[in-house]
């Protein structure tokens, strides 16, 4: 399926085989995506949700495997229980998004496991990824002010220019991850695991002042 600038309202899309579709400058008001199979399908300039609204579209247990949104509207949208193995979200707006239950993993067996998704450049205040296992991904330039980051793990991953509440330092995994050019305030090394954690020099100023460590310049 191929679509360009067209809008679909209250559309039902579930349980559909959508894969290496094609949709840009396209509009889903209140649209239902719910177990349809998505792969390498390719979202471009769309919008997932009305404005005004105070909930996007769903695409609960969706099969998003190596699909792309770049530029979109992906606001309040639902993506409980998807499969977001090798997804690609670029410049997207994904404020109040779910992920619950969401997987970005390929489970080899009970303890071998590796990862795959690319979240860079997006707003992801407000979203959820509670206990989401996002390992040695690309998640660099991103806003996750607000984000309920709680017992999730980015181990390894790139978080560089991300930025970050200061009250979430400590809720997820960070061991070995890029924080280069990131928020870091709030962040006391004493309580959060920083062991390969990299930095940029200038940062050490913010990363040791609640150690009361005072950086002067050289």
Known sequence: MNRIDEQFEGHDFSHQDLSDSHFERCKFY????????????????????????????????????DSSFKGCQLSMVNFTGT??????????????ANFFKASFANQISRQVYFCSVYITGCNLSYANFE???????????????????????????????????????GQFNVRGCDLS??????????????????????????????????????
């Not at 995506?33 to 247990?61: A, K, M, P, Q």
């Open 30 to 65: 209140n649209c239902h995506f719910n177990h349809t199979d998505l792969r390498d399908s390719r979202f471009v300039d769309c919008s997932f949700i009305e404005s005004g609204s105070l909930s996007g579209c769903n695409f609960d247990y969706a099969n998003l495997q």
């Open 83 to 96: 499969n977001c193995f090798g997804a690609e979200f670029r410049n997207c707006d994904l404020k109040g």
């Open 131 to 169: 206990r989401q296992c996002i390992e040695k991904c690309d998640l660099f330039e991103n806003k996750w002010t607000g984000a309920n980051l709680y017992g999730a793990s980015f181990k390894g991953s790139d978080l560089s220019r991300g930025d970050f509440s200061s009250d979430a330092w």
């Open 181 to 218: 050019y990131a928020e870091l305030s709030g962040l006391d090394p004493r309580k959060v695991d920083l062991s390969n954690v990299k930095i940029c020099m200038w940062q050490q100023e913010q990363l040791l002042a609640p150690l009361g460590v005072i950086v002067g310049a050289d």
